[in-house]
Each structure stands twice: as C-alpha cells, then as structure tokens.
Nanobody, 126 residues
Framework: QVQLQESGGGSVQSGGSLRLSCAASGYRGSGYCMAWFRQAPGKEREGVAAIDGADSTSYADAVKGRFTISQDNSKNTLSLQMNSLKPEDTAMYYC????????????????????WGQGTQVTVSS
C-alpha cells in the first residue's frame, strides 16, 4: 500500500523559512516523478514543484527562486525548502508520487496524481 506522509509545516512570519518533508513507502524502486502541490482555502489545488529521477526540477512561477525541491532516493524522502515565505504561500501542502511512466515530469504537464499524502499546513503571517 502506497503511503506518503508529509511533515514540517507550521506557522511563520513573512520572510521566514520552512522545510517540508514527505516520507514515501509501500512501493519498490526509486527515481519516480514526485511533486509538491498546495491548496489554499477556497482555491483549487495547484502545483508547486516537481522532480524526476534524474533530479531535473520544475517550479511554479510564484515560487521560483524561493523554493527548492529535492529528494533522497536512498531514504525515499522528498523535501521542499521554502525561503522568503509570503502570506500568499499559506496553504495545505501535499506531496504526490507518480508510479506510472510519464512523458514528462514537468510540473506544468503533470496529470492528476493517484497517490497523495494527507498534507501539512503552512501558515505565513504578515
């Protein structure tokens, strides 16, 4: 059974930093496309960042230069370093893994993921 468990969320002031982690289990192999998404109250879920098996990354324009996605395949862990946080970054953050072969692991072209974590809340105050 595929399981994804996010952690590291919290409340910070504008300009602060947080590091989110996602522990993945229940499947074999590594190097799958993985991504972070977020959903703010009253808004649709949106992609934040994605990373493929070769560590190629892509980001939403809103977070470029502030967020960094990374993975540790030996530990099946996905991370998101978030710096210079803004109030508009406030949302529930989710990680996702794509166990099927994709044409591309580029954030803007990702299909709806089948496997999601429960989410971790990030709140940024001004």
């Amino acid at each position: 059974q595929v399981q994804l468990q996010e952690s590291g969320g919290g409340s910070v002031q504008s300009g602060g930093s947080l590091r989110l982690s996602c522990a993945a289990s229940g499947y074999r192999g590594s190097g799958y496309c993985m991504a972070w998404f977020r959903q703010a109250p009253g808004k649709e879920r949106e992609g934040v960042a994605a990373i493929d098996g070769a560590d190629s990354t892509s980001y939403a324009d809103a977070v470029k230069g502030r967020f960094t996605i990374s993975q540790d395949n030996s530990k099946n862990t996905l991370s998101l370093q978030m710096n210079s946080l803004k109030p508009e970054d406030t949302a529930m953050y989710y990680c996702a893994v794509y166990l099927s072969r994709l044409k591309s692991c580029t954030l803007q072209t990702l299909p709806t993921a089948r496997y999601w974590g429960q989410g971790t809340q990030v709140t940024v105050s001004s």
